[in-house]
T-cell receptor, first 113, second 118 residues
Framework: NAGVTQTPKFQVLKTGQSMTLQCAQD?????MYWYRQDPGMGLRLIYY???????DKGEVPNGYNVSRLNKREFSLRLESAAPSQTSVYFC????????????FGSGTRLTVV | AQTVTQSQPEMSVQEAETVTLSCTYD???????LFWYKQPPSRQMILVIR??????QNATENRFSVNFQKAAKSFSLKISDSQLGDTAMYFC???????????????FGKGTKLTVNP
């Protein structure tokens, strides 16, 4: 059981470049999330998708777009990367009622130079 | 807005000793859940323990237990018989299940870096 799979694990971008972070889950979860983790800031929600076909902004959505491609996949796109987007990005998923918490992917370390 | 506060950025403990990590939260909801996640150097987020707000009994998982004080909105994690493998970032997290609809999102504290010394 793979759980939540994120690709890539590491990425270096130049300022202004674009890229898409991929996330897939095989647990038949309806809800999926993208967080970023910065030192001293904990994890902050970027976007989430409560169900297939819906997406909503989280706490820090500026500079990002998302696509819920199907029930399994939820991608995060940086259209024009900025150094402020240097971070570790986590994808997570949950059952409809997330009272058992989330299952997280292993993260993507992104550096924008 | 719902917030989670971890007041200890860093802590250290000797192997085999007991350590307590603090967490407070703020919410107006009555139905919610609290979690502690562990993040070792591998970066993986691992669920350590979970507490249901409507249960007065404190949750325990082997060497990990919580002290849940609902009136004080406090949710501390106690690690007994600390092991070197407990060295990690620990995040307190909160999720409410609003009765009036709306989405449920996990809110995290900023974390406590725990080092277990041999």
């Amino acid at each position: 059981n793979a759980g939540v799979t994120q690709t890539p694990k590491f990425q270096v971008l130049k300022t202004g470049q674009s890229m898409t972070l991929q996330c897939a889950q095989d647990m038949n979860h309806n809800s999926m999330y993208w967080y970023r983790q910065d030192p001293g800031m904990g994890l902050r929600l970027i976007y989430y998708s409560a169900s297939e076909g819906t997406t909503d902004k989280g706490e820090v959505p500026n500079g990002y777009n998302v696509s819920r491609l199907n029930k399994r996949e939820f991608s995060l796109r940086l259209e024009s990367a900025a150094p402020s987007q240097t971070s570790v990005y986590f994808c997570a998923s949950s059952l409809d009622r997330a009272n058992y918490g989330y299952t997280f992917g292993s993260g993507t370390r992104l550096t924008v130079v | 807005a719902q917030t989670v506060t971890q007041s200890q950025p860093e802590m250290s403990v000797q192997e085999a000793e007991t350590v307590t990590l603090s967490c407070t939260y703020d919410t107006s909801e009555n139905n919610y859940y609290l979690f502690w996640y562990k993040q070792p150097p591998s970066r993986q987020m691992i669920l350590v323990i979970r507490q249901e707000a409507y249960k007065q009994q404190n949750a325990t998982e082997n060497r990990f237990s919580v002290n849940f004080q609902k009136a004080a909105k406090s949710f501390s994690l106690k690690i007994s018989d600390s092991q070197l493998g407990d060295t990690a970032m620990y995040f307190c997290a909160f999720i409410s299940l609003p009765t009036q609809g709306g989405s449920e999102k996990l809110v995290f504290g900023k974390g406590t870096k725990l080092t277990v010394n041999p």
